[in-house]
């Protein structure tokens, strides 16, 4: 059985930094590309950012370029965002999901998703 599970959200004020985990179980990484995703409040769900461990390849949305850094950790089957420099619009419920692509407009169309965790930014 295939599992997300996303942790390590919490408040911090602006200019904070948080680092997320998601640990992917059942997965084989070199076949999938792992994104984290974001819904605020009365927004649609975004993408944040994505890697594919074979490659190294990497997406990071304009918003969060320079700020946030994915990576991964196979022997412990897990993928980290480091978000440092935190604003106040980056607050929201974060997800992990897995695909054998990123999508960036179409989120709804990744394979699998883990729990939010959420992030709440003070200014």
């Known amino acids: 059985e295939v599992q997300l599970q996303a942790s390590g959200g919490g408040s911090v004020q602006a200019g904070g930094s948080l680092r997320l985990s998601c640990v992917a179980s059942?997965?084989?990484?070199?076949?999938?590309?792992f994104g984290w995703y974001r819904q605020a409040p009365g927004k649609e769900r975004e993408a944040v950012s994505c890697?594919?461990?074979?490659?190294?390849?990497?997406y990071y949305a304009d918003a969060v370029e320079g700020r946030f850094t994915i990576s991964t950790d196979s022997p412990k089957n897990t993928v980290y965002l480091q978000m440092n420099s935190l604003k106040s619009e980056d607050t929201a419920v974060y997800y992990c999901?897995?695909?054998?692509?990123?999508?960036?407009?179409?989120?709804?169309?990744?394979?699998?998703w883990g729990k939010g965790t959420q992030v709440t930014v003070s200014s």
């Open positions: 059942g997965f084989t990484f070199d076949d999938y590309v």
């Open positions: 999901a897995a695909d054998h692509r990123c999508l960036v407009h179409n989120y709804y169309g990744m394979d699998y």
């Open positions: 890697t594919r461990y074979s490659d190294g390849g990497t």
